[in-house]
Every structure is written in structure tokens, then in C-alpha cells.
């Protein structure tokens, strides 16, 4: 029994002495989890998984490879058998046809594993280091590409992941796949031909200077926050989008939107408040609504896709948790300064 404990004692001593020298890895495994899976609740919980695997197997790792890639092997591995019971996580624009009829009331889809955005916070420092890195990190993250990687199959989307944005060589992902480096390579050109059809081009993605983007969020934060329909029209580009998970229904044209959001929004002028966060790389909106009592609830959680002088996308998420995650508060008082 005394070896026993000892036995254990010990390899508890090195699965935490592992974990401590793994530790600065966790952003970025949360990312690529985030990327696989389109959830950043299932991202957390994965990479919980991969440091518990990891602690348990720590007097296995024989340092072969280095620690991040021992790291990313066991993520990745977690996420395909996460992704074969759970599925994958769409947006409603990647699910059908724009919807026709902006007047017709929407019904929730409850039952779909909506794609939920991240807060930049959880996936980047606030000074980083090394700009230009996380400046690839963000563009990585946008909402419109995770949200194109989920119409990949598991197995090319982890490839494409390891080859194109972690920059590993085949013969790493080939051994991380238990396959060859043949293999990797063909999954690999399937997966980029079949982005190339749903992925947003770098063309689309040019956001206006800082002082102009500055303006042009002040403005749509003002017209959201007095419900002015003609005001958040002109803000829009004229083939813009709107999708508001968990319905299902989506919009394209400027014109289109404003008749939704004219239609169906239950802000009044006055009764909606705006504070400003970062999702996916992207600048984003907590959208609130005054109630009786007088305080502002949560309503919408906008992610904004910005082109050179107008918003050319917008996905307003639903749900006091995503509030959560970002960090915005719970309840705003009436009395509180717009911004």
C-alpha cells in the first residue's frame, strides 16, 4: 500500500508539473478548439478535457515531439469524437435561401447547434506581442470563416486548421492523424476547394480606416439605440446580410432589413441601449432593452462584418449566456450614460 501511494504521488508531482509548462498553451488551444467545434462553451470544455488527459498522461509523454504539439494532438483527437456525437454548428445563411418575406414573424429552431461567436478576450491579449501574429489570429477567428469551416468534414477541417493556420508540415499532421502524408495532402486541397466556395474573400473582408470605423459604429450604436430605421439602412451596405440565430430565417438587402427591423424589433425610440465589445476579431454590440421596471436587459448580441465605408454583415445572437461570456452585464440601470 505505502508504494501504492507513493506510486501515485509521484505521478501526480509530474502530471502537475506538466500542466504548469502547458499552461501558456491554453489560448491558443481554446482557439483551435473554437474553430473545429463553432462553440466557445464545447471549446472550454474541451480544453479542460485535453489538460485532464494530459495530467493523467503525463508520465507517458516522452518528449518525441515538443509539449504544444503533444497538446494539440490530444485537442484535436478530443474534438473529432466531440464533433461525431454533437455534429456541426451552422448559421442560418448556411442552411438555405434568404428569406423573402422580412414582415413574416420568425420561428425559433431550438433543436440546431447554432455557431456561437468568441470574445476576443479569451483568444488574444490586449497588447500583443507579436501584432503581426495576432493579427492572422484574428483573421482566422472571423465569424464567416469558422462558420465556412463547419460545412467541412471533421477530418479536413482539423487538416486544413493544422496545415493552413497552425502551420504544421504534413508529415506532423499525418502522424497526429494516423495517416500518411498522401492523405493529408489530398484532404488538404478538398478542404481549400470547397472553402474557396464558402469562405469569405480577402476583397470583402477591407474594413474602413480607425477614425472612419470609429464613426461608423458611433452611428450604428446611435440608430439602434433611438430605433431609427432609416438611419441604420443608410449604414448598411446594399446587399448586406442579417441572421439572428436561433432562428433560422435570414435576410440580404439593405432595403430587406430595414423592413424586418421596422417590423419585428419591439425597441421602441429611447429603449435601446448599446455597449461595445470585440467577437471573432470583429466588433460587436451588446444590444439592450428597456423593460418596465426601467432597467436595460439583455436582447441582441451584434458581431458587425464592416467593408470600406458600410456594414456588410451583421449576426445578432440571442441569449443572456453569450452576455455572459462576454463580460457585459447582466442588467444595465435606467438611469446609466448611453456610452
Known amino acids: 500500500m505505502a508504494d501504492k501511494t507513493l506510486d501515485d504521488s509521484t505521478q501526480a508531482s509530474i502530471g502537475d508539473e506538466l500542466l504548469d509548462r502547458a499552461h501558456p498553451y491554453r489560448r491558443e488551444l481554446l482557439a483551435h478548439c473554437y474553430r473545429m467545434l463553432g462553440s466557445v462553451h464545447d471549446a472550454e470544455d474541451l480544453v479542460q478535457d485535453t489538460y485532464l488527459r494530459a495530467?493523467?498522461?503525463?508520465?507517458?509523454?516522452?518528449?518525441?515531439?515538443?509539449?504544444?504539439?503533444?497538446?494539440?494532438?490530444?485537442?484535436?483527437?478530443?474534438?473529432?469524437?466531440?464533433?461525431?456525437?454533437?455534429?456541426?454548428?451552422?448559421?442560418?445563411?448556411?442552411?438555405?435561401?434568404?428569406?423573402?418575406?422580412?414582415?413574416?414573424?420568425?420561428?425559433?429552431?431550438?433543436?440546431?447547434?447554432?455557431?456561437?461567436?468568441?470574445?476576443?478576450?479569451?483568444?488574444?491579449?490586449?497588447?500583443?506581442?507579436?501584432?503581426?501574429?495576432?493579427?492572422?489570429?484574428?483573421?482566422?477567428?472571423?465569424?464567416?470563416?469558422?462558420?465556412?469551416?463547419?460545412?467541412?468534414?471533421?477530418?479536413?477541417?482539423?487538416?486544413?486548421?493544422?496545415?493552413?493556420?497552425?502551420?504544421?508540415?504534413?508529415?506532423?499532421?499525418?502522424?497526429?492523424?494516423?495517416?500518411?502524408?498522401?492523405?493529408?495532402?489530398?484532404?488538404?486541397?478538398?478542404?481549400?476547394?470547397?472553402?474557396?466556395?464558402?469562405?469569405?474573400?480577402?476583397?470583402?473582408?477591407?474594413?474602413?480606416?480607425?477614425?472612419?470605423?470609429?464613426?461608423?459604429?458611433?452611428?450604428?450604436?446611435?440608430?439602434?439605440?433611438?430605433?431609427?430605421?432609416?438611419?441604420?439602412?443608410?449604414?448598411?451596405?446594399?446587399?448586406?446580410?442579417?441572421?439572428?440565430?436561433?432562428?433560422?430565417?435570414w435576410f440580404r438587402g439593405r432595403e430587406t432589413i430595414g423592413r424586418l427591423i421596422g417590423a419585428q424589433c419591439p425597441i421602441g425610440p429611447g429603449e435601446g441601449l448599446m455597449r461595445a465589445t470585440y467577437a471573432n476579431g470583429q466588433p460587436a454590440f451588446g444590444l439592450y432593452s428597456r423593460h418596465e421596471g426601467g432597467d436595460y436587459l439583455p436582447f441582441q448580441l451584434h458581431v458587425l462584418t464592416l467593408t470600406e465605408d458600410r456594414v456588410g454583415a451583421v449576426s445578432a445572437f440571442f441569449g443572456p449566456r453569450l452576455f455572459r461570456t462576454f463580460g457585459l452585464p447582466e442588467s444595465i440601470p435606467a438611469d446609466a450614460p448611453r456610452r
Open 55 to 249: 495530467w493523467k498522461a503525463a508520465d507517458r509523454f516522452e518528449g518525441r515531439s515538443s509539449l504544444r504539439t503533444w497538446l494539440y494532438r490530444i485537442a484535436t483527437n478530443a474534438c473529432l469524437s466531440a464533433i461525431e456525437s454533437r455534429g456541426r454548428r451552422p448559421l442560418p445563411s448556411g442552411i438555405g435561401a434568404p428569406s423573402d418575406d422580412p414582415e413574416r414573424p420568425v420561428v425559433e429552431a431550438p433543436e440546431v447547434p447554432w455557431l456561437e461567436p468568441i470574445p476576443d478576450t479569451m483568444f488574444g491579449d490586449e497588447q500583443p506581442s507579436d501584432p503581426a501574429a495576432m493579427a492572422v489570429t484574428r483573421s482566422s477567428m472571423r465569424l464567416a470563416l469558422v462558420a465556412a469551416l463547419q460545412h467541412l468534414p471533421p477530418r479536413q477541417r482539423a487538416v486544413l486548421l493544422l496545415r493552413d493556420v497552425l502551420k504544421w508540415r504534413a508529415a506532423e499532421v499525418a502522424e497526429l492523424m494516423e495517416t500518411s502524408t498522401a492523405s493529408v495532402n489530398s484532404a488538404l486541397q478538398r478542404a481549400r476547394a470547397q472553402l474557396e466556395q464558402v469562405a469569405p474573400v480577402e476583397e470583402e473582408l477591407t474594413e474602413p480606416t480607425e477614425p472612419e470605423k470609429r464613426e461608423l459604429l458611433e452611428r450604428y450604436a446611435t440608430a439602434f439605440e433611438h430605433s431609427d430605421v432609416a438611419a441604420i439602412v443608410q449604414l448598411f451596405k446594399e446587399d448586406a446580410t442579417w441572421e439572428m440565430p436561433p432562428f433560422p430565417e
